[in-house]
């Protein structure tokens, strides 16, 4: 039996023949979507989930024990043109120690999530001599531990110390910064930015900008240890108290890294030593108020990091309001003491086991947390700061 295919079938097979062999040699690099427009200008997105369950010694409320999300971060990293590369970063994270209202005062505590826009800014490309411009909104470049966001942390918190003088999440600020690398026999970076002054610390409304700078300096001690000796000058309108006046506020600070790491194999042993003071210098205030931590990290197999920690907030106003949702009337100092052992196969996931002692001197308000915390990151995530 003869099979004959009609002509048009066998002239329609060659010409899808012919148009996907063309399509198979034209140029990867003019990928192109429906609109026209090159894939290639697609942003590199990641999203980062960090989880967190504890459970309390001296806390019985439902926000020291409790299993939940800590915080989920989405980030968008793009070329925008050859002048500037721009950065997007939306948390949705959990504030502790809110007031729910009165029709739920005989209810148990909740942990309430604010989603915010910590980073919306672009980055000059390029720029002669060591130059660089920051725009829009950004960390602040104070001191180690500001700049960082919270999967980074060293521990499942920041210090009592940062939370105390310069608030619980970090400063994100909207302004300009302008850096530049000094001529120096090693390596030398400055930094300069005046920005809003819409952080918690400060009272911006009606009032001065907020400005600061940062410093620092690095070493190479050999070809496996670094040390980073870094200033940091922060000066703003102070924020408004019920029982303070208000006045301008200074802080400084002083940190110093040590980093090392074994150049014999990979996923050798490595420490990384971590020190900070800040020094807060509000007009008007009572005491000396003063913060300073210090974190040990040891990587001690090819997989699993130790890590100890310890730190103190003195003459810290309203500290509890802060650190456990109640304000107190009175100067308080804080001292804190953590350890922790953390699983971290990859850079892109985590599980940490911590312990942590928070008391108060002279207080009751003393806190034995456990804590357990996992996180990973999916997407194209930019490199971690130095």
Do not use: C
């Not at 600020?173 to 970076?189: D, F, H, N, Q």
């Not at 930094?191 to 190479?220: C, K, M, S």
């Not at 309203?318 to 052992?341: D, Q, S």
């Amino acid at each position: 039996m003869n099979i004959r295919i009609p002509a048009a079938i066998l002239a329609a097979s060659a010409i899808l023949a012919f148009g996907g062999a063309a399509a198979a040699a034209e140029p990867a690099a003019s990928a192109s979507t429906v609109t026209g427009i090159s894939s290639l200008m697609n942003p590199a997105i990641s999203v980062n989930a960090l989880f967190l369950g504890e459970t309390s010694a001296d806390d019985d409320g439902h926000d020291a024990n409790r299993i939940g999300l800590q915080e989920a971060e989405m980030q968008f990293t793009s070329v925008v043109d050859p002048f500037w590369i721009a950065d997007l970063v939306v948390a949705y994270h959990q504030e502790i120690g809110h007031d729910h209202g009165e029709e739920e005062a005989d209810a148990h505590d909740e942990t309430a999530f604010a989603t915010d826009i910590e980073v919306a800014r672009i980055r000059a490309r390029s720029l002669p001599a060591g130059l660089g411009l920051v725009l829009g909104k950004d960390y602040l470049p104070f001191g180690k531990h500001v700049p960082l966001h919270t999967h980074q942390f060293a521990f499942v918190r920041a210090p009592v110390a940062v939370r105390s003088f310069l608030g619980d999440h970090g400063l994100t600020e909207v302004g300009a910064r302008a850096e530049a690398t000094v001529p120096l026999p090693w390596y030398s970076e400055f930094a300069a930015y005046a920005v809003n002054g819409d952080a918690e610390i400060f009272d911006a409304h009606d009032r001065d900008l907020a400005w600061g700078a940062r410093w620092t300096q690095t070493w190479d001690l050999a070809s496996t240890a670094t040390l980073e000796l870094g200033g940091s000058l922060l000066h703003g309108p102070g924020a408004h108290h019920e029982d303070e006046p208000a006045g301008g506020l200074g802080v400084y600070g002083v940190d110093l890294t040590y980093k090392w790491i074994s150049g014999a194999r990979s996923h050798g042993p490595a420490v990384v030593w971590t020190s900070e003071l800040i020094l807060p210098d509000p007009e008007h205030a009572e005491g000396d108020p003063l913060g300073w931590y210090t974190h040990l990290q040891a990587r001690v197999h090819r997989n699993w990091w130790a890590g100890f920690g310890a730190g103190q907030a003195v003459d810290v106003s309203g500290a509890r309001g802060r650190l456990r949702g109640e304000e107190v009337e009175t100067l308080a100092t804080w001292n804190e003491y953590r350890a922790n052992l953390t699983f971290a196969p990859s850079e892109y996931s985590a599980l940490r086991a911590e312990i942590s002692q928070l008391d108060q001197d002279g207080g009751d308000a003393d806190d034995l947390r456990f804590s357990l915390q996992w996180n990973f990151t999916i997407g194209s995530h930019p490199a971690h700061l130095y």
